[in-house]
């Protein structure tokens, strides 16, 4: 099985970087078929254009704009790209660099599909920031990318807890339905408890409330739209549940930290 060395992904790389430990590739893949193989380095692949099928000996994941896949070190796995254009964010981490942070990433085991939005918005953010040609570029990216693992390892301790079924399905709702008007008594009867229980329980498996994590939800379907050139802002805006674009714009600032045309112009790059 072929062992993939630091910044060695299959396809045409369109810029690499490195950064004190780190390997930042954005990728164009053109196989359309990728053998079975691992990389020395644990690493993210976040998808920014297009879609590909990705296998490994637990799943497969059909990825779209905005999926966002972790795989430790030496985890094996395989690809399918479909017709059209697909580009991807790669960001290996070297063990030196897990280790000046105290980050034990082995707790998260194998390969993971991660579904947190604030987690894909910070890799917006993240993806972002490499492409500035700005002085702190470096400091942004780590601590953004901290930040990101902190939660990561933190999301990965409340599912050993073992949560109830009902979250799962809640998370799926809100993910399958992002511009759906929910009120608490219909989403508390979608997943068969009581409104009460839900309002309470929300924050501690969610580490937000209700109408936030739906905010980060609908925000990041944003993100994932924007590389569709033919979409106006308005138009994105209202796909994704927002009353107008104002009122996007007010919140996509208040999570990204900038306006979301700024954002497009970076994944359009």
Request: include cysteine.
């Amino acid at each position: 099985m072929i062992n993939l060395k630091t910044g060695q992904f299959y396809g045409q790389t369109n810029e690499m970087m490195r950064l004190e430990g780190l390997t930042l590739t954005d990728t164009e893949y053109t196989h359309e078929w990728v053998d079975w193989h691992y990389h020395q380095n644990a690493y993210f692949t976040f998808i920014i254009q297009g879609g590909v099928l990705e296998g490994n000996k637990k799943e497969t994941y059909h990825c779209s704009p905005g999926s966002l896949l972790f795989h430790n070190w030496q985890e094996a796995h395989y690809n399918q790209k479909p017709p059209g254009f697909t580009r991807g964010f790669q960001l290996e981490l070297e063990p030196q660099w897990l280790a000046r942070f105290e980050l034990d990433i082995n707790r998260v085991e194998g390969s993971l599909d991660i579904t947190d939005p604030q987690l894909k918005i910070l890799f917006y953010q993240l993806f972002k920031a490499s492409k500035e040609a700005d002085p702190t570029r470096s400091l942004a990216v780590q601590s953004m990318l901290v930040e990101v693992i902190s939660r990561l390892i933190g999301d990965e301790q409340a599912v050993s807890l073992n949560p109830p079924a009902w979250v799962k399905q809640l998370r799926d709702l809100l993910h399958d339905m992002p511009t759906e008007n929910w009120t608490l008594p219909a989403l508390a009867h979608q997943v068969g408890i009581h409104p009460v229980h839900l309002s309470r329980s929300f924050s501690y498996y969610f580490s937000c409330n209700l109408s936030h994590y739906i905010r980060r939800v609908r925000v990041q379907h944003s993100l994932a739209l924007m590389p569709q050139h033919q979409r106006s802002l308005t138009d994105i805006a209202l796909t994704c549940g927002f009353a107008d674009q104002s009122h996007f714009i007010r919140i996509f600032k208040e999570l990204c930290q900038d306006k979301p045309s700024a954002y497009r112009r970076f994944l359009m790059s």
